[in-house]
């Protein structure tokens, strides 16, 4: 099974990229999967509103049943919130607030995914998926280095301890938001050696045969070449 890395942004068909990771939830549970949705608010009214977006979403792309489970600040993941799930699917939204509240399960979830449980990160879900997490952040040094928008509510770049999925530092809505010039900073600065960023409605999927790249987008890369940064592209 894999890992799908989702670069964020909704669409009217997602078969491309997310039902990618449905069909393979599908697989392991020989029949329509049970998919734990695992996002971050504020507070559960906030929350709640996203919630009849992302059934909707998956259910059209084949879930059986979609559990959602539901963090806030006050209400970090359990162990016992996964089990039984057939995937694992962790939303979008910011991306901190999103590390406080999983990385108490981190273990739960690479157990379950060396079991051959498929993750799928979406945006932030994406973010917290390699070694090295990057929770947000627009300027190294004092210099900016993307949009502001893009900040996560941080001004340093930020990297912390990840959920240990992927040996990547990922980025997201690369073209939409601008972040390649982030992707290329932090390897210039040596704050990692390799980062990917994702577009949107785009997944990179890391499976045991390689690097596939899904949807309607592309994976830019920025890996270091000695004293510079070399910056390629993987197109779907």
Known sequence: MSIHLLGGGWADDESTWTGRFIDEA?????????IAVVLWAADEAEGASWHADYVADMTKLGAGEVRIVQLTTERTL??????SADGIFIGGGLTPGY??????AADTIRGLVSTGVPYAGFSAGAMLAGDVALLGGWR????????????????DVTLDAGLGLVDLVVDVHAAQYGTLSRAVAIVHAGLADRVVAIDECTSLIVAAGGLVVAGEG???????????????????
């Not at 592309?218 to 779907?236: E, K, N, P, Q, Y």
């Open 140 to 155: 190294i040094g004092g210099v900016p280095v993307c949009p502001e928008a893009c900040s996560e509510q941080l001004d």
């Open 99 to 104: 590390h406080a509240a999983v990385m108490p």
């Open 26 to 34: 599908r697989e392991r549970a020989g029949g329509p999967p049970v």
């Open 218 to 236: 592309s994976v830019w890369t920025a890996d270091r070449d000695g004293d510079r940064v070399s910056v390629g592209v993987l197109a779907a």
């Open 78 to 83: 359990l162990p016992t919130d996964l089990g």
